[in-house]
């Protein structure tokens, strides 16, 4: 069984409206979100370098803690801090 799957209670249920309500939840903790499906055709939406690092440190956690499932890049999370290659300085074999 995957871990993030969604279990829809009824099968009767619209995917397409289960997806866009669920989206509008999301938008009441990301208010760019809720902008976005205010378009014809919502796709997303872009980000400066500032606005990426405050989604990451601030709002990602926010919409992790409502339910919602957040990928981040793996060096952002303890685990991929943990991974991640480093340079340790050694003697010279010999010494």
């Given amino acids: 069984m995957r871990k993030n799957r969604v279990n829809v209670p ?6 397409s ?11 009441s903790v990301r208010p760019p979100i809720d902008d976005s499906l205010k ?7 872009w980000l400066n370098t500032g606005e990426a690092y405050d989604f990451l440190e601030n709002q990602a956690a926010a919409l992790q803690q409502a ?7 793996a060096c952002w ?12 300085p050694s003697s010279p074999s010999g010494d």
């Fill in 10 to 15: 009824h099968r009767d249920v619209n995917a």
């Fill in 17 to 27: 409206e289960f997806l866009v309500s669920s989206l509008a939840q999301a938008g």
């Fill in 39 to 45: 378009r014809k055709q919502p796709a997303g939406y």
């Fill in 67 to 73: 339910g919602f499932g957040v990928l981040v890049p």
């Fill in 77 to 88: 999370t303890r685990q991929g801090a943990k991974a991640r290659p480093g340079i340790r």
